[in-house]
């Protein structure tokens, strides 16, 4: 026996029905919804001839001769005076009319005669001052023949006899594409090729993050707080060191960077540089304090020389791309695309040096860290993890206050670096109070959750705001869209 439905659930659905209701009610409202406006006679003629026009896209043209043949009219019929009606010449094209006079919207009967066959055109009413308005268009059958039915414009009475006008408009030559056709294509290419760079840029930032953001991979990474802190406290100490060895190697390196000679020259002899000290750095085989310090100092020194060998790369391709630009005619483009790469790598260079020395950095003192945490007892351990933990916190929330500073301009230290750094200390103390000196942190899911938060937040953000941007850090163009797509493009994948 099936159960009625109570009164209580009755009501309920009643009430939800009621609310989708008023919900549907007030969008309608509020977005202007007017079903009225689309039986508008003028309306619906206009998205007839949109539609029309869209379905017969202009594509295809044709140069034109024409020919003009005119014939007087008078508008209106002039009171007391006979009209005149004109002798056609029949040698040639010629009009004739029902009427030659007639009143302001009233209809007259157009013909023309010895006209190429299948050719058309406008048919024009000229006022005595000049100015034309469009009766309408004729196309000529097989005879040579028209008729059309006009009807006269609306004007001010004129005395004087005025004229109707057929164009009569003949194709010559080939058919070529139109001024229409060609921006379109243009820009079909363009979005094509937007899409495509937007694409490659996207990928190269999404692999690397594609790691970070993935839980299998970062479930498992548990690090010891005295490694964490360490490698907190290397990440930005190294970032610093290796801008500024970026800057020295410039400095030093630009003014053998004049042709391309000298970039060739010095690539070959930065890759000699790089290849002998890491021969010699890794084929020591001994473990002394001492050569482990003459191994880090030779490990900064072939990084150095590669970062000397991409700055001659970067000279290089500007300077090769540059002088192929001309010489290379229609295929130009591949000049500039070398001469591009060179100015991306101005841009990237600094970064990627920058962001390895600090991974660097950073992993060397986290690896020290983690030795400490793994080798040392844990009264020790407990005081190193209380010192690099403060030092972490403090570098953390000092860099964050740097960031704010930037954005907004508040310019006191005491809000932007003392009282964040304060914070961060005392955090990170108390972190390595509550947590056991060898006890493993979930670093790697902490690291995950971050991304994905900083992912979704880029998600958030329309393409069209992102686009704004590079609009003005590249100027209007397709660039600026590549870009906001290449930024937007990580996200939406990840």
Not at 430 to 440: E, G, H, V
Request: charged share 15%.
């Amino acid at each position: 026996m099936k159960n009625k439905p109570s009164l209580s659930r009755s009501l309920i659905t009643a009430l939800a029905v009621v609310v989708v209701f008023l919900a549907f009610a007030y969008g309608v409202q509020v977005t202007d919804v007017n079903f009225e406006t689309t039986r508008s006679v003028d309306r619906l003629t206009s998205l007839k001839r949109v539609i029309r026009a869209l379905v017969k896209p202009d594509l295809i043209e044709y140069d034109l001769t024409e020919t003009f043949i005119e014939i007087p009219f008078y508008l209106p019929c002039p009171e007391d005076q006979e009209i005149e009606v004109p002798e056609p010449d029949t040698s040639g094209p010629y009009l004739t009319a029902s009427e030659y006079c007639a009143s302001p919207d009233e209809t007259v009967i157009i013909e023309g005669h010895n006209l190429i066959p299948r050719t058309s055109g406008p048919l024009d009413f000229i006022t005595a001052s000049g100015v034309k308005k469009t009766l309408g268009d004729f196309r000529v059958d097989d005879t040579g023949s028209f008729e059309v039915e006009v009807t006269m414009p609306i004007r001010q009475p004129v005395a004087e006899a005025q004229h109707i006008r057929a164009t009569a408009r003949v194709r010559v030559g080939a058919p070529k594409l139109t001024e229409t056709a060609i921006v379109t294509w243009d820009k079909i290419v363009e979005t094509v090729f937007m899409a495509l760079l937007a694409t490659a840029i996207g990928t190269v930032l999404a692999i690397p993050v594609s790691f970070l953001a993935a839980r299998n991979l970062m479930a498992e990474n548990k690090s010891p707080l005295s490694s964490v802190a360490l490698a907190i406290i290397g990440w930005p100490v190294g970032i610093y060191l290796g801008f500024k060895g970026y800057s020295l190697a410039r400095s030093l390196l630009t003014p053998m960077m004049a042709d391309i000679t000298n970039n060739l020259i010095g690539i070959a002899v930065g890759l000699l540089v790089v290849f002998v000290i890491l021969r010699w750095a890794f084929s020591s085989t001994k473990r002394t304090g001492l050569a482990r310090v003459g191994r880090i100092v030779a490990l900064v020194l072939a990084g150095l020389a590669a970062v000397g060998v991409m700055l001659f790369l970067e000279e290089l391709a500007r300077n090769v791309g540059r002088s192929l630009i001309e010489p290379l005619g229609g295929f130009g483009f591949i000049g500039n695309f070398l001469f591009q790469l060179g100015e991306a790598a101005t841009l990237i260079i600094p970064a990627f040096t920058a962001l390895g020395a600090g991974a660097v950095l950073g992993s060397t003192l986290g690896g020290i860290g983690q030795t400490i945490s793994d080798k040392s007892p844990a009264p020790l351990v407990k005081v190193v993890n209380l010192i690099s933990a403060s030092l972490a916190g403090a570098t953390m929330l000092a860099l964050l206050g740097a960031g704010i500073n930037w954005l907004y301009q508040i310019n006191d230290l005491s809000k932007t670096l003392y009282w964040p750094a304060g914070i961060g200390a005392a955090l990170g103390l108390t972190l390595a109070i509550i947590t056991k000196p060898k006890q493993p942190l979930p670093t790697g899911m902490t690291i995950y959750f971050i991304t994905r938060t900083i992912l979704n937040g880029t998600r958030s953000v329309e393409a069209l705001v992102m686009a704004i941007v590079f609009v003005i850090w590249v100027g209007i163009g397709p660039f600026a869209g590549s870009l906001s797509m290449s930024v937007c493009r990580p996200s939406s994948v990840l």
